[in-house]
């Protein structure tokens, strides 16, 4: 019965490809481990963030790979061996078999592990990949901040999907300032990057300056500077960034991760664009 909710949610995609069939497979696996998470009290320790959170909870139209979280409060000894355990019980429920690689090291600030599938492509039926080839594979990463900026604002969300689950997350201010920090930041330039900077100026998204501005002190070039960070800043700042880009790389980055009906939009995707939007930023 579990693994025939894996496939409604599945034909609930309407996928027209091997790789939406990909991605909607993946995303229903992060789902299933969010669910998880919830039921073993790990959102009492800490908030979704990132790109998956803005789909899952936001409506953003493009899948994204990972799940990322960050502590409320730092804690360097912090444990995600127990939340796994939790994880795997869940996924074994819906007819997984999955292989967790906890990769977190105990002087780490990031604790990471890897969650790798490959039996749910030979109980699941699929329209573009046949059930005689390759399995498919499911390849997810989790990462825990355990060194968190201060200053987040939170909000809770509810998913109903595969049972009603509780979540806590960062609000969409704090999303946004995270998203500022890795495009500022980042030692390469990702298109979905900038995919999610015109959902948030699309949106009005209003940035929480108290995080991004501990965040920039806290990694990347501003580190252990003390930065007076507001709409002027950051709006000076990306633009100096947006000049030196290479818009037809960072495309090609992010056409894979948007449905086709995007990809037009796509060659509209110039310095121009994104300067236009940075005067959007509030």
């Known amino acids: 019965m579990s693994v025939q909710m894996i496939q409604e949610r599945l034909r609930s995609y309407a996928c027209g490809s091997v790789q939406e069939e990909d991605h909607a497979i993946r995303e229903i696996t992060q789902e299933v481990i969010l669910a998880a998470l919830s039921r073993t009290g790990f959102f009492g320790h800490a908030l979704f963030q990132g790109g998956t959170c803005l789909r899952v909870f936001h409506g953003l139209n493009r899948f994204s790979e990972d799940l990322d979280f960050i502590l409320n409060d730092p804690d360097p000894g912090f444990d995600l061996g127990p939340f796994l355990n939790g994880i795997v019980t869940e996924l074994h429920a819906f007819g997984y078999r999955p292989e967790i690689n906890d990769r977190s090291s105990s002087d780490s600030t990031v604790k990471k592990a890897f969650i790798k599938d490959d039996s749910l492509g ?161």
């Open 122 to 282: 030979k109980l699941v039926q699929f329209s573009y990949t046949a059930r005689t080839g390759p399995a498919k594979k499911i390849r997810i990463k989790i990462e825990v901040d355990v060194n968190p900026p201060a200053g987040t604002g939170t909000e809770l969300h509810y998913l109903d999907f595969p049972f009603v689950a509780s979540v806590a997350v960062q609000d969409p201010p704090s999303l946004f300032a995270g998203k500022i920090h890795a495009l500022l930041c980042r030692r390469y330039d990702k298109g979905r990057d900038w995919y999610d900077f015109l959902w948030y100026t699309a949106h009005r998204t209003r940035v929480n300056y108290v995080f991004l501005s501990s965040a920039l002190m806290q990694l990347g070039p501003w580190k252990g500077d003390t930065l007076r960070c507001d709409t002027e800043w950051v709006g000076r700042e990306l633009s100096k960034k947006i000049k030196q880009i290479d818009w037809g790389a960072i495309v090609a980055d992010v056409r894979d991760f948007v449905p086709i009906s995007e990809h037009r939009s796509l060659e509209l995707w110039s310095s121009e664009l994104f300067l236009a939007q940075v005067l959007k930023i509030r």
